[in-house]
């Protein structure tokens, strides 16, 4: 069920980052049907956010911060999300911060994303 779960977050994740992403590089893989809806996408994300924080006691944690290509060239806006569990960690909640590196490699991120879409 958690993995369900999980699946069904990364999904609607994922239809965020392709109906929301603008501008002149923008990756735009799939255009949103007619009747697609913003509010009740971001609704159906928060719904599934707090479904997983109450039926596996977690926390989930977002953040965005910009990290610099391994290969040069423009930063990249890079979004986390980390899911902690307050049954191991009681004080998950009060966490504020969130690690990640300061370079990430872009051509692995491209492959990564464009696998799933085989």
Do not use: C
């Not at 007619?34 to 953040?63: I, N």
């Not at 909640?93 to 969130?98: E, G, H, Q, S, V």
């Amino acid at each position: 069920e958690l993995f369900t779960m999980l699946d069904h977050l990364v999904g609607l994740l994922e239809r965020a980052l392709n109906s929301q992403v603008t501008g002149t590089k923008t990756l735009q893989v799939q255009k949103p049907d007619r009747d697609f809806r913003v509010r009740r996408l971001w609704r159906d994300v928060l719904d599934s956010v707090d479904r997983l924080e109450r039926t596996h006691a977690a926390v989930v944690l977002t953040g965005t911060y910009t990290a610099e290509p391994l290969t040069g060239g423009e930063p990249i806006r890079i979004a986390v999300v980390a899911i902690r569990s307050r049954r191991r960690n009681p004080a998950a909640t009060k966490i504020t911060t969130l690690w990640a590196d300061a370079k990430v490699d872009e051509r692995q991120m491209l492959a990564d994303y464009f696998e799933g879409l085989d």
